[in-house]
């Protein structure tokens, strides 16, 4: 599947006397090229030259390159330049810090600072439950990362993750008004995560675990949440179950089945995977067949990762031990957090009437969402190009707003439940499609929903 999207846009700035057209011979190279044009400004008219920016997205680096090559093809254009607009928009990072009281006279520093300033923390000292009333750790959450597990990049390292770490804090800051700052941690250690989180955790009303590959992860927020006094979530688990459960819920009304009569197929049993059945389980759910790169999980599968054993004792009640392609055959719901292109059009094809198809890998799903719609009732992606995003600012910004709000210490598998129902009750029954299953993730209503879920639940 190739589409052009955002994240790859670029902007070309191109030069050549009115004569050769620039404009629109432009216009027709990027076209012709297969990438959309966003925008176009002429920026300089004068009788010998035109100069004008076209701004486009395009589907990857490489095919970038390929439009600026077809322009500077033509005879009496010239690229002057190429912005891409990604790298633009990181320079100097996505953060900042401000003041939120003015700091303009001797009287303002004499109250922020010393000598007034003392006063605080001697208030502190009496009562450490002042320092959430007093200071920033009422509003403010550390995003704690390892990089070794960022999106779709693998084990990347802390300062590689940092961009995504400011995306996410930013995203916070956005949708949930909640200050949140990176911590990217140099180490993949356990032992030394869970040590350094919780020396730094005094800062924060709550930690959110991000792109910390499994199976550490299970052990990082097990031993942090009996260490600490403030909510410990991580966003690539409960984040994206509670997304799926919602979308879930409201596929399910519009195909009219109980989750608990239907057969679940799911592929990928990490962190994600794991969360999801888990989650669905609670929910109601008796037939979940997971799939790993060895195949089903099964009571004969041999492991010692804890993940898999939780999938043999709580899943596959008919100890299915076929291939992926055999256990579709007849399936209602197929969940995919794995990799791209492992389904093929005849597995979409032999599930069950009405069938609901959301594969969630990333960039590339399991399955073309265009094939899958021939077959599938519903069907839902993690891309933000295709409708029924699965998208985790669903669930995060509004589930910490609550926590912080109550004053919460933990994180409750029945606070999951009802974050998700909150996220799917944001869908009225006249929304509700096979094309919107889902909010927006621009509606205003779903933090507030949810926040107010939370708190209801802590």
């Not at 390159?65 to 990604?86: F, P, Q, W």
């Not at 008004?177 to 005094?202: F, G, K, M, S």
């Not at 055959?329 to 032999?350: R, T």
Request: glycine share 6%.
């Amino acid at each position: 599947m190739t589409s052009t999207s955002p994240g790859y846009g670029i902007t070309i700035r191109v030069e050549g006397a009115p004569s050769a057209q620039p404009v629109a011979e432009a216009t027709a190279a990027i076209t012709k090229a297969g990438a959309t044009i966003t925008a176009l400004d002429v920026v300089e008219s004068l009788l010998e030259r035109v100069v004008v920016d076209v701004t486009c997205d395009t589907i990857n680096a490489e095919h970038a390159e390929e439009i600026t090559k077809a322009i500077s093809s033509h005879a009496g254009l010239t690229v002057r330049k190429v912005s891409d607009r990604t790298f633009l928009l990181h320079l100097g990072g996505k953060l900042e810090v401000q003041s939120k009281v003015p700091l303009k006279t001797r009287d303002d520093l004499s109250r922020a600072y010393t000598p007034g300033v003392a006063r605080i923390c001697q208030a502190i000292v009496d009562d450490p439950a002042d320092a959430r009333r007093l200071t920033i750790k009422r509003n403010t959450v550390a995003v704690v990362t390892d990089g070794s597990a960022v999106l779709g990049l693998g084990n990347i390292g802390p300062a590689a993750a940092l961009p995504v770490m400011e995306g996410k804090a930013a995203l916070f800051k956005r949708f949930a008004d909640v200050d949140a700052w990176p911590v990217c941690l140099d180490t993949q250690d356990v032992d030394e995560i869970v040590r350094t989180v919780q020396l730094i955790a005094p800062v924060y009303g709550g930690i959110n675990l991000e792109d910390i590959s499994a199976p550490r992860c299970f052990e990082v927020e097990r031993r942090l949440r009996e260490l600490l006094d403030i909510p410990v979530f991580h966003d690539d688990q409960h984040g994206t179950a509670i997304v799926v459960l919602a979308a879930l819920r409201n596929s399910l009304k519009l195909v009219k089945k109980d989750i608990g009569e239907c057969k679940i197929v799911m592929s990928g049993a990490g962190a994600a995977g794991t969360a999801i059945a888990r989650l669905l389980t609670i929910s109601g759910a008796k037939n979940i067949i997971a799939f790993d790169t060895k195949g089903a999980i099964h009571s004969g599968t041999k492991t010692v990762d804890p993940m898999r054993r939780w999938f043999i004792d709580n899943c596959n009640p008919n100890d299915f031990k076929g291939s992926l392609a055999e256990g579709m055959v007849g399936a209602d719901i197929f969940i995919g957090v794995s990799a791209a292109n492992i389904l093929k059009e005849s597995d979409i094809a032999s599930m069950g009437t009405d069938a609901i198809v959301f594969a969630l890998a990333n960039p590339d799903p399991e399955i073309d969402p265009y094939i899958a719609r021939k077959y599938a009732t519903v069907v839902a992606t993690g891309r933000s190009d295709q409708p029924n995003q699965i998208n985790n600012v669903l669930a995060f910004p509004g589930i910490f707003r609550g926590l912080l709000d109550a004053n919460a210490h933990k994180i409750t598998d029945e606070l999951l439940v009802a974050a998700a129902e909150a996220i799917a009750e944001c869908v009225s029954p006249e929304q509700l499609n096979a094309s919107f299953i889902v909010p927006s993730v621009f509606d205003p209503n779903v933090v507030k929903a949810v926040a107010a879920a939370v708190k209801r639940s802590v």
